[in-house]
Each structure stands twice: as C-alpha cells, then as structure tokens.
C-alpha cells in the first residue's frame, strides 16, 4: 500500500480505492491533509492495468475460446485488476507527467 509523501503514513486500502475511483488527479491524505499525486511510475502501470482485461479478447483472435468463456473472463479479470491496482500505486507531494515532452523550453 503506497504511504504519504508528506506524512509518511500508510493508507488503507479502502481509502485508495474510494480516491482512485473518483478519478481526480490529485487525492488529499486523510491524515495530514497534503496533496498526493499518483507518482510517474504510478502512471505508467495504469494503462496496462486496462489492457490485462481486454486480454481474453485478443486471446480468442489466435486461440479458439468459447464465446461464453471469453465473456464471463472480462468481468473477472476487471474486478481483479481493481482489487490489485491499489498495490501498484505510489504517491509523490508534486504532482509529475508521465509524458513530459510537451514542457516550454
């Protein structure tokens, strides 16, 4: 479970969840009330986060699944992901872009 850059104090799984869920980029820490951001490395995994549920699908195109198996794997594979993504995510004080070419120079 990622902690606080500021404090230093673990946050529940619980209180990740219901800020990740609210897709704001910044979270607010529930014990010394700092702005937390999700750190670059952090904003990396997610996009492969999302692709490991459409993984059943691109399965079925080279490998003969059951129609009914592929479906049935889509919403396992969602919760899945959404109950491990939290342990993936780490939190910085400053809030940092993943894609950072379009700074001014």
Known sequence: MPSCANCNKKWTYREL???????????????????????????????FAGLVVLLPLLLSSFIDLPVLLTLSLIPILAIGTLLMFPFFVRLSNTEEYYFNDFDSK
């Open 17 to 47: 969840l219901k800020l990740l869920l609210s897709f704001k980029a910044e979270m607010m820490c529930p014990y010394c009330e700092a702005r937390q951001y999700q750190s670059k490395k952090s904003q990396a995994i997610a996009p």
